[in-house]
C-alpha cells in the first residue's frame, strides 16, 4: 500500500489551519477583555468666550446626569452617536462631534448657536434670537446685543424684528450706534441710538405673505430709512447739534419730520 503525501499533508495543513484559528479566537478575546479605557476627555467649544452660553463644566455635567461622561468607560463602550445626540438636545448647541482616538481620547467639538438680538417684549417675555433667527432661553449671557422692546409677539419677532436687527448689525456704523428697537402697539418701529437724546422713528414695517420675498423687503425698507437718516446726521445733526431734537420721523420718503426739545 502506497503512502499518500499529499493527502496527509492536507491532513496536517488543515489540522495547522485549525489550531490557529482557535488560539486567533482566544486572543481576540483576550484583546477584548483588555480593551483601554478612556482616560481623557477632550472639550473643544468654539466661540466659548465670545458667546458665553455654554463651557465644558456644564457639557460635563450634562453627560454625567445622563450617566454616558465617556472618563475611566471602556472605549468599545463608549457610544460617541449617543453623546452627539445628547448634547445636541441643549438650546444652545449648534452643532457637535465626538469622536475616539486609539490613545484612550475621547473628543467633543461643539459649536454654539450665535445670539443675535434680545427680546424684552411688554408681555414679559425674555430671550434671544440666534442668526438663524430661531427662539434661544434667556440665560446668563451678557454680551452687548441690540435690545427690542415693546409689542413684541414671537412671531413677529422672528419674521419682521429679526430682519430689522439683522440690517442694523450689517452696518459698522449703525451696530455701534442703535441700542434698542422699539415696537409701538401699531407696530411701528422706533430706534434709540447711542449718541444724541433723541428717539427716531422709521414707520411701520412692510408686510407680505410670501415668507422668501420677507427678508429682502424689510431689508430694502429699513435701509433706505437709515441712509436718509445719515444724511440728517452729517448735513442736519452737525450743524444744529446732536442734542436739538427729541423726535426725529424719517417714516415719509420726501420729508423728515423733527420736534425739538423742549427748552427748561
Known sequence: MRFNWKKTLLITLDVALGAYIVVAFASFNKLKEEAPVCKKVSIDIQD????????????????????????????????????????GQSPFVKTTQCYKTQDGTVHIYLTQRMPTLRIKAANGEDYYLDDDNRIMPNSHYTSDLIIATGHINKW???NYVAHVGSTLMASDFWKNQIVQINVLPDYGIELVPRVGNHIIYIGQLPQTSYVNDRKKLVTDYVNTKLDRLQKFYKYGLAQAGWNKYSYINVEFDNQIICKKQKLN
Open 48 to 87: 466659548e468666550t465670545t458667546n458665553g452660553f455654554i463651557t465644558a463644566a456644564e457639557i460635563k455635567a450634562r453627560l454625567q446626569k445622563g450617566n454616558i461622561y465617556p472618563l475611566n468607560k471602556r472605549m468599545r463602550d463608549i457610544n460617541a452617536r449617543t453623546i452627539e445626540e445628547t448634547l
Open 156 to 158: 413677529f419677532a422672528r
